[in-house]
């Protein structure tokens, strides 16, 4: 590395490092916080829709395969199965909308048989289908949902994709028979909170850094004496960015491994299916690396982005002042995400801190696309890039050194 | 004598908003600090920019330093003109003055070092002349002692030694005794006599009459931005001080103005 870059660096890395009280605020706090406040949030979601543990599931069941039935049989899965008639299935759907009973599976006659010579490669009618109704707002149900769609979904796995699951129909054309009424509110807030706070965390612990560092730096006089040098303003710019991100950096891991130990406690019921939800079985290498990927270039942009704004302002204070709304700014970017959904909209990748959203939110719901996201990072190393060229020819300003 | 420093008609002027208007009592927005000063230094030199507060001292040296651009003229800076080659400039000037600090968490050793780097000087190069300099000022035991814990004589030292870690030809120290005690202020001023002796030009700005005499061979006196007078210290002052001399042309000045 250029020797200029590397001193400034190496100057900013020293000095964090020897502020114990700003090595605290930047780096451990936010990942506690992230712990701290998915962890309370799951806490409260349990207690609100928590089931018994010892709550037998009840599931109504049409034309039910004897495959099936022996995968649903185990004691430990406590999956009451009760065969119906489809004549019965209005009935049961009502029940299950009331919240008063839990899933309904609807099975097509002969099923073993059609799935049996069904050959996806040849066929013209569509592959024999499966409905599973479930109601998301009653917890129970939620989570005799996800039990049976894991099973099913691994059957559907062992038979190469020779009947389909909960595909559309003509009474259901958006495939979704979830029954609930009113959306399972935490549920929602979840899924709208932790990408949410993860990013507005990663901003919080580079705003305990940069202002202090860029704008301390212009306010103590010291800017000034680095600039009668011959370094170039481009490499003290990166210098400082490159130094300031380190710790950024060491934030967001924070703010990772926080997230990473909180997703256990945030997702109802995935206890009961897989045991003690471990973080490798709930991502994949590849999520986690592109949730990494994402924290790191979030973090290199919200230090260009904060360091141009510690440039602009006289001192600290005014640096925050500044820095508070767009921590605002930060949290409705996180948030759209999660209202937005799994766009696919090439624009929406390329909005910084938003795309960072709606890559988070897509990991969580394991729908991400690596191109996407891909798109995402690059985006946000783009944007950071500019914004530290921009602080490098504000570095050039006599009107922002020496005023 | 080689000519190291050639200021022409140099100008800085600021735009002022409302506020300053007011408080300074200009009718105009803009405001010329300093305007169409000329002066020129040369090799084995020291000299002095006298004049009251806000005549515009600092502000001539900044743009000297290339730290704020000029609005008009130009300066040679050993054959550079801080207009179109900065760097070339800033590679053979060492500034000191007060508002440029060090920073307080860091020691005068890391400092040296740091700013060796930046200049891009060869690591043995900068060993052998941070020893000299600390060795010259005794700062030896503080070395390794954070800025923020030194002593006002020992941090002026300190920061007088980095600022000539690449041996500039020209140093401009802007007020460089302000606040010292008679001893420290002293070690200062015989070192730029030494920096003189040496072939430097040295570049000095003081409200101090004494240091001026002593020290300068030739001093310009500027008032409200305009250069008014420049000569030797002899030929200023002839058969009067350089006090009596100052608040002579001080007063046909101002009042002039008014
Ligand atoms: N950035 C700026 N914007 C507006 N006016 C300025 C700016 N910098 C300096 N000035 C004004 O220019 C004038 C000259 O200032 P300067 O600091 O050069 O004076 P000086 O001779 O160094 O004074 P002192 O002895 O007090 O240090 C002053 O009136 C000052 O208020
Ligand atoms: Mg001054």
Redesign the interface.
């Known amino acids: 590395m250029n020797?200029?870059v590397f001193?400034?660096m190496k100057?900013e890395i020293?000095?964090i490092f020897?502020?114990k009280k700003l090595l605290f605020a930047a780096v451990i706090l936010p990942g506690f916080l992230v712990f701290a406040a998915i962890s309370l949030t799951g806490l409260m979601s349990d207690m609100m829709t928590g089931v018994d543990e010892n709550h037998v599931y009840e599931v109504h069941a049409v034309n039910l395969p004897d495959t099936i039935a022996t995968l649903l049989a185990p004691q430990e899965l406590r999956l009451n199965v009760m065969p119906t008639t489809l004549a019965e299935t209005p009935r049961i759907r009502e029940e299950i909308a009331d919240q008063n009973t839990d899933i309904l599976l609807v099975f097509p006659p002969n099923f073993e048989a059609d799935v049996a010579i069904f050959d996806p490669s040849t066929a013209t009618e569509p592959a024999p289908n499966v409905e599973m109704w479930s109601n998301s707002a009653r917890a129970s149900s939620a989570e005799a949902a996800s039990i049976v769609a894991a099973l099913i979904n691994a059957y559907h796995h062992s038979l190469t994709h020779r009947f389909t699951f909960n595909a559309p129909t003509a009474e259901v054309t958006d495939g979704i028979f979830d029954l609930a009424t009113a959306a399972d509110l935490m549920a929602l807030l979840l899924g709208l909170m932790l990408p949410m706070m993860f990013i507005l965390f990663i901003f919080t612990g580079c705003q305990s850094l940069v202002p202090e560092s860029v704008a301390g730096?212009k306010e103590?006089?010291?800017l000034?004496?680095?600039?009668?040098?011959?370094?170039s303003r481009k490499q003290m710019a990166l210098g400082k960015t490159l130094g300031l991100a380190f710790f950024s950096l060491l934030s967001a891991v924070g703010s990772f491994v926080g997230l990473m130990f909180s997703v256990g406690q945030m997702m109802p019921g995935a206890d009961e299916l897989i045991g003690d939800v471990s973080i490798l079985e709930f991502f994949s290498v590849q999520d986690i690396l592109l949730l990494l990927l994402i924290s790191v270039s979030l973090s290199l942009l919200f230090v260009a982005l904060l360091s141009v704004i510690s440039t602009y302002s006289k001192s600290v204070k005014e640096a925050n002042a500044v820095a508070t709304p767009m921590a605002i700014v930060v949290l409705i970017g996180g948030m759209g995400g999660g209202l937005a959904g799994g766009t696919d909209m090439l624009l929406f990748h390329l909005i910084p801190i938003f795309n960072s959203s709606l890559g988070i939110t897509a990991i969580i719901n394991s729908e991400a696309s690596v191109l996407n996201i891909t798109v995402a990072i690059v985006s946000n190393l783009v944007f950071a890039m500019i914004l530290t060229g921009v602080m490098a020819s504000m570095f050039n300003s006599?009107k922002i050194?020496?005023d | 004598m080689k000519e190291i420093l050639n200021v022409k008609n140099l100008t800085k002027k600021f735009k002022l908003t409302k506020k300053q208007q007011e408080s300074k009592n200009i009718k105009t927005p803009y405001f010329a600090a300093v305007d169409n000063v000329s002066f020129k230094s040369y090799e084995g030199e020291v000299f002095g920019l006298l004049g009251p507060n806000g005549a515009g001292k600092t502000t001539t040296m900044?743009m000297i330093?290339?730290?704020?651009?000029a609005s008009a003229g130009d300066a040679d800076v050993n054959g550079f003109s801080i207009i179109k080659h900065p760097?070339e400039v800033?590679?053979n000037?060492g500034?000191l003055t007060n508002?440029?600090?060090?920073?307080?968490?860091?020691t005068p050793n890391?400092h040296f070092d740091?700013?060796a780097?930046?200049?891009?000087i060869p690591k043995n190069v900068a060993s052998r002349r941070k020893a000299e300099l600390f060795d010259r000022f005794g700062l030896g035991k503080y070395a390794d002692v954070k800025i923020g814990k030194l002593s006002q004589g020992n941090k002026q030292k300190a920061s007088l030694a980095i600022s000539i870690v690449h041996d500039p030809a020209i140093v401009i120290f802007d007020e460089p005794t302000n606040g010292l005690d008679v001893v420290t202020a002293k070690v200062v001023t015989d070192f730029l006599v030494e920096l003189k002796r040496s072939g430097k030009s040295v570049i000095l700005s003081t409200h101090i009459f004494g240091l001026l005499e002593n020290l300068c061979d030739r001093v310009g006196i500027i008032i409200n931005g305009k250069m008014v007078a420049c000569d030797t210290v002899s030929a200023l002052a002839g058969e009067n001080s350089l006090e009596e001399m100052f608040f002579d042309i001080y007063h046909k000045t101002t009042s002039e103005d008014v």
């Open positions: 020797n200029v001193a400034v100057k020293i000095r020897n502020d730096e103590r006089g010291t000034g004496t680095l600039l009668v040098t011959t370094a006599e050194v020496f | 900044r330093a290339t730290l704020i651009n760097l800033r590679r000037i500034f508002e440029l600090k060090l920073d307080e968490f860091f890391f740091f700013f780097e930046l200049r891009g």
